[in-house]
Nanobody, 116 residues
């Protein structure tokens, strides 16, 4: 049974930082692309950042230069370091593990709230 468990969300003032973590179990972590998505109220879920098995990364334009995704294959974890947070970053953040269409898993989400 695959489980992705996010942690690290919370309330922070604009300009502050948070570090999200996602602990994965029940899958061969090292072969999955790991992603962070977010969904704000009334908006569609969007990709924030992704990291491939080789370590290459991609980011949404809105977070480039502020967010950093990293993975630790030995610990089956992926992190999202979020700096210079803005109120527009307020959303539920979801961890995603993707291999192919039928091997695509989601965490339960963690709330990030940035106050102005």
């Amino acid at each position: 049974q695959v489980q992705l468990v996010e942690s690290g969300g919370g309330l922070v003032q604009a300009g502050g930082s948070l570090r999200l973590s996602c602990a994965a179990s029940g899958l061969i972590f090292g072969i999955y692309t790991m992603n962070w998505y977010r969904q704000a109220p009334g908006k569609q879920r969007e990709l924030v950042a992704g990291i491939a098995i080789g370590g290459s990364t991609n980011y949404a334009d809105s977070v480039k230069g502020r967010f950093t995704i990293s993975r630790d294959n030995a610990k089956n974890t992926v992190h999202l370091q979020m700096n210079s947070l803005k109120p527009d970053d307020t959303a539920v953040y979801y961890c995603n593990a993707y291999l192919r269409t039928n091997s695509n898993y989601w965490g339960q989400g963690t709330q990030v709230t940035v106050s102005s």
